[in-house]
C-alpha cells in the first residue's frame, strides 16, 4: 500500500481487505445491501449500531454511506484490522472502537452503551464452536434492545444436503482458482504484506501471536443459528438472504 505525506493510505488497506474477502465470497455485496434493507426498514435511518467483530470496518464504513445519521461501535480483537480502522475512521465522531476477546464473559463492559438499535456481525463469528457461540447470542440478546435487530452474515453449511455442498464447493473453489490466477489476493498472501508494511507490521506480528495461522470453529445449519436465537430472548429468527454456501440471519428481538 502506499505512503502519503500525511500518513498510511487507510482507504487503501480498507479496500484491499475487501478485494481480498470478495475472492472468497464474490456475492459479498449483496449480503450487505440486504442488512442495511433490514436495518432501515426495522429500525430506522438513524441507528444505534454495535458492528461486532468489525475487522477493518467494513460494515460501518457501508453503514455510515447508507444512513449517514447512524453511530457505530466496532468491536474486535485483531490488532491489525484494528489498526485499519482506526486509521479509515479517524476524526468521525459517529465511530468508536473497542478492542475486546468476544470469548471473554467480560468484553462488553467497554462498550459506550448498554444497548443497541442492531447488532450487526459478517463473516467473523465461524470461526467459535457452538456451545460459545449461543453463549454469545445470549449476551447479544441482552444488548439489543426491544424492537431492534442482530443480524449475522456467514458460514452456516446444512450437513443433510452433503452432494449439494459438494457440487457447490467444488464450483466455488474451480472460480477461486481462476480468480487467483489472474491475480487475486488470498488471505495468506493479503497478510504477508500486511507483515511487510511498515505501520502494520507490529500489530500483523501480535495479530499471529493471538490467534494463530487460522481457526474455525463450527459452522452449523441456519436452523440451528434461528432456534439458539429464539432460546436465547429474541422473539423471531429466520435467513433474509442466502447463496448455496452462506446465510444472512435476522433475529428480531
Known sequence: MTTTSTGTDWRAWQ???DR???WYMPDREERFRIMLDMVESLVGTTPRVLDLACGTGT??????ARLPGATSTGVDLDPALLTIAEGTFAGDGRVTLVAADLKDPDWRAGLPHDS???VLTATALHWLHSEPLAALYGQIAELVRDGGVF????HMIDDSTPRINAAERA???????QAKAGGALDWAEWWRLAAQDPVLAG??????EIYGEHADGDMPSPSWHARVLREKGFGEA???WCSPSDTLLLALK
Request: charged share 30%; aromatic share 8%.
Open 15 to 17: 479496500e484491499s481487505w
Open 20 to 22: 481480498q474477502q470478495e
Open 59 to 64: 460494515v460501518t464504513a457501508r453503514l455510515l
Open 116 to 118: 443497541y438499535d442492531a
Open 151 to 154: 443480524m449475522n452474515a456467514d
Open 171 to 177: 464450483l466455488r473453489h474451480a472460480r477461486m482458482d
Open 203 to 208: 500489530p500483523t506480528a501480535r495479530r499471529f
Open 238 to 240: 429466520r435467513p433474509v
